[in-house]
């Protein structure tokens, strides 16, 4: 039986793979061992960065297995968004740069999981999909403005339009569309070049970014004054 979530580390790289295949839906287990294991992963001082993907080819993720997902109340449902919403912000939250190496079609929960990651490589196959307005729940327009302009985000979430890889990458949420047999190779050649880099100044880039992304711009210059004063070792940890 596949694991839940297969964690490797070498080098400094983590390679954290959705192993649910074919379509890699997730179960309350597995947000589980998303928050669990995310969180650990940034914790572990020797992790530079993580590289994140799917089993096989055909879905990095394709949402959530509803099956396993049953919510009669509306405080059942609320509890199932929240849950959600912890594995999405544990991704996000990472101490360390994620890679999203999304491998085939990414849908509902997969889009939520690949806008929370860092950057983005995806193959040729990948496909992002909002089906949300199809079943009368909320698009999850917070994670998609991480990925697309605001009106393309609006007509995507209105009409749940499928997008391509290439067609994403035209927004410039994909840093590159590669062959399918290239996806790995051409996430843990940038996850190289990022490990590289002094781990405790990687991770005050990833802190800084995450907390300056949605404040305004004197709001965001305080705090990037206070860590550069912080990386110069003139503050102590903010």
């Known amino acids: 039986m596949p694991e839940l979530l297969n964690v ?12 649910h295949p074919p379509l890699n839906l997730m179960t309350p287990r597995h947000l589980e061992k998303i928050i669990s294991e995310f969180n650990r992963l940034g914790a572990d001082e020797q992790v530079s960065v993580v590289v994140f993907t799917g089993a096989g080819e055909r879905a990095f993720c394709a949402g959530g297995d509803h099956r396993m997902f049953v919510a009669r109340t509306s405080q059942e449902k609320e509890a199932r968004q929240q849950f959600w919403w912890a594995a ?4 996000r939250d990472c101490a360390v740069p994620v890679i999203g190496a999304i491998n085939g079609y990414a849908g509902g929960g ?14 040729e196959r990948a496909v992002f999909d909002i089906p949300e307005i199809n079943a009368g729940v909320l698009a999850p327009f917070w994670s998609l403005r991480r990925l697309l302009p605001e009106l393309k985000m609006r007509s995507m979430a209105y009409t749940a339009q ?3 890889a290439h067609e994403m990458q035209s927004f410039g949420s994909i840093e590159k569309v590669v062959a399918p047999e290239e996806l790995m190779p051409t996430a843990m050649q940038l996850a190289r070049r990022i490990a590289e880099k002094d781990s405790h100044t990687l991770r005050i880039h990833k802190e ?10 004197t709001e965001s210059h305080a705090l990037v004054m206070d860590y550069s004063r912080k990386l110069s070792g003139l503050l102590p940890d903010l």
């Open 8 to 19: 490797k580390v070498e080098g400094h790289i983590a390679v954290v793979t959705l192993d």
């Open 88 to 91: 999405e912000s544990a991704i």
């Open 110 to 123: 997969g889009v939520l999981f690949a806008a929370s990651c860092d950057i983005l490589i995806a193959s």
């Open 162 to 164: 499928r997008l391509t």
């Open 208 to 217: 800084i970014f995450n907390r300056t992304e949605y404040l305004g711009i």
